[in-house]
């Protein structure tokens, strides 16, 4: 018992660190503590913000750092107190410490010179510490500016189906064409390859841990605009010169420190407010989002600071620009442009070479363009496009004509111009012969029927949308739906992209059978499609899906159904203010209850202002018919 109790003892004096300073630094460091006590600095913002603390369901403090090195105190992540005693202690030693294994003067520096600015360090009892490593990392650098950048929602990959936010260092001296060579901060989760199901449950559970990371923006670009198809919006802050070094020197520090990550709340975006709070502690940022952060309401949140967004840039994905482009060719040069992409050597043919030169060189650039696209997003065929790249490039080195400034208008409004993720609506309408009120509250993000402005087109994602009805002859009132998740990605194919559309849904709705007059149904439903969109009225998707359907609801015999069909629908843009969209769908259920389906639903949408809207929807399903007239708000 001895042996195991002389072993603990030894573990507790190595673990422990020592904080005393001796002599006559030590009464140094009680004069610090002392004066830090009398400045109550342990409950100053701005210390509070270094350190990442918020206010615990029970009571005191907690940070959301979690990595214990990013603490000198082992009461550091509860007690501010007792971490500011710790860090003063600690500016006294040379002892390495934090992942980043530098005297704490150095690995902590935004702290020390907080610390100093508030107590006025004597330079003769703690001398200066030179920093090299920080020092010629911020040399590296070279700041001017900062820019927030968020990156448009990326449907085909769960943690980007919101988009994603990152910050850009700009350089001094760099213009809008060089600034791709700049710096970025950018958080995210450290994932393992191949997660499989267990993404989701880490993602939303914090099983993950995120870091900071300093990565080269034109990599960003690289993958976010060349593979990923994603549009960039640049938002350059007003921030000064002491703020932008005040934003660094935590940066720094942070690369001590690891958080749990958390997809809904806790994420990219979460994270860098922190560091814009520390550039400017005038702002409040993170007090806005209590349950879930979402990039698209933190770029309008910026936005609503007077004075802090100095102007946007918007930096189109590559696939993007050859859209525009395309859409500038008229129909012989489309088809010229088909043939040289499937035999460059068709770029010296008499009837090409009939072409205006600028013509000409259009079409090869777009050709270059696109082959350049495929060999980044196609790794099977990556040598084939590269080779009819090179030969592309040759043919138009013959031309010796500059190429046309094409401009590349977005898809759509910047992310700050978009309505609110959450949504709340008011209704009245009929079922069957029956009429009733209704309150439907979302919590989030975007249906393919709201307006359009700073979101990304044709796709919706509902999460956790709840719908209460009081019908007036039953003088009852009821949960009619709740939509646990809805997705739909209509991505229109064309003669260069072909992308598949698709769905998912899950959630409970009411029906009426001959069973029971109004019955809860939980249902599920994926589908895989196409889209095409035309422009014989203004815009408009027309769209097909093949898809499978389950249901389970005591109106039933079964009490289960499981089956399949399609859907046709039209999703048509009539005006900025103005949408429609109509759908038809079959569904045969040879499981279970065998029965089947003909399903038909109209909607009409129009917007009022940014974050308010009216809408007219109609559904039929069997003998089952109901209107609803709604006005929303957004928020």
Request: proline share 5%; with cysteine.
């Amino acid at each position: 018992m001895f042996r195991y109790i002389c072993a603990l003892l030894s573990f507790l004096v190595v673990a422990t660190p020592t904080y005393a300073a001796s002599g006559s630094a030590g009464r140094y460091l009680d004069e610090l503590i002392e004066r830090a006590d009398e400045l109550n600095l342990a409950q100053d913002r701005v210390w509070h913000l270094l350190l990442h603390y918020r206010n615990s369901v029970w009571g005191g403090y907690e940070s959301e750092a979690d990595d214990p090195g990013f603490f000198l105190s082992p009461e550091g992540k509860h007690d501010p107190r007792a971490e500011l005693e710790a860090t003063l202690a600690r500016f006294f030693s040379d002892e390495l410490v934090g992942r980043s294994q530098q005297p704490a003067r150095c690995a902590f520096i935004a702290r020390y010179h907080w610390l100093d600015e508030r107590l006025g360090f004597d330079r003769e009892r703690l001398p200066p510490q030179p920093c090299e490593r920080f020092e010629n990392w911020y040399a590296e650098l070279n700041p001017d500016a900062i820019t927030l950048i968020f990156a448009a929602a990326f449907m085909n990959n769960p943690a980007s189906m919101f988009g994603h936010t990152l910050l850009r260092v700009d350089q001094k001296g760099q213009t809008e064409q060089t600034r791709i060579l700049a710096y970025t901060i950018n958080y995210a989760a450290d994932v393992p390859p191949d997660p499989g199901l267990m993404y989701a449950v880490y993602g939303i559970g914090g099983g993950y841990r995120g870091f900071f990371s300093t990565v080269p923006y034109y990599l960003k670009v690289q993958e976010y605009g060349d593979i990923e198809n994603r549009d960039l919006w640049e938002y350059r802050l007003n921030f000064s010169h002491d703020q932008i070094r005040r934003l660094l020197m935590h940066a720094w520090e942070l690369g001590n420190a690891s958080f749990d990550y958390y997809f809904f709340k806790e994420n990219c975006s979460y994270h860098l407010l922190s560091l814009l709070e520390v550039a400017d502690p005038n702002l409040h940022l993170r007090a806005h989002f209590t349950v879930w952060t979402v990039p698209a309401d933190t770029v309008r949140l910026l936005g609503r600071q007077p004075g802090l967004v100095a102007g946007i840039v918007y930096r189109p994905a590559r696939s993007s620009v050859i859209k525009r482009t395309r859409e500038t060719l008229t129909a012989r040069e489309r088809h010229w442009l088909s043939l040289i992409l499937e035999s460059p050597e068709q770029a010296r043919s008499k009837g090409f070479e009939a072409f205006p030169l600028p013509r000409r060189a259009l079409v090869l650039d777009l050709a270059s363009d696109y082959l350049l696209y495929k060999a980044a997003t196609s790794p099977e065929g990556r040598g084939e496009y590269k080779s009819k790249n090179r030969t592309v490039l040759v043919e138009r080195s013959r031309l010796r004509v500059r190429s046309e400034a094409v401009p590349v208008p977005p898809f759509t409004s910047p992310p700050d111009t978009g309505h609110g993720t959450s949504r709340v609506g008011l209704g009245v309408g009929w079922r069957n012969d029956e009429v009733f009120e209704e309150v439907a509250v979302r919590a989030g993000y975007h249906d393919l029927l709201d307006p359009d402005a700073g979101y990304t087109p044709n796709a919706q994602i509902e999460l956790l949308s709840v719908r209460i009805r009081h019908y007036e002859d039953r003088d009852q009132t009821r949960l009619d739906g709740l939509t646990l998740a809805s997705v739909v990605s209509l991505s229109p194919v064309d003669a260069l992209f072909h992308p598949p559309s698709w769905k998912v849904n899950a959630g409970l709705q009411t029906v009426s059978t001959d069973r029971c007059g109004l019955c809860s149904e939980w249902n599920g439903n994926a589908g895989i499609g196409a889209a095409v969109e035309s422009r014989w009225i203004n815009r408009e998707v027309l769209f097909a899906f093949a898809e499978a359907d389950a249901n389970y609801s005591e109106g039933y015999e079964e009490h289960h159904r499981v089956g399949g069909g399609g859907t046709v629908g039209i999703l048509a843009t009539l005006s900025a203010r103005w949408k429609v969209l109509g759908s038809a769908t079959y569904l045969g259920y040879p499981l279970g209850d065998r029965s089947d389906d003909l399903r038909a639903f109209a909607g009409l949408r129009f917007t009022i202002q940014q974050n308010w809207a009216a809408r007219f929807e109609f559904n039929h399903r069997d003998d089952d018919d109901q209107g609803v007239f709604a006005v929303q708000a957004f928020f």
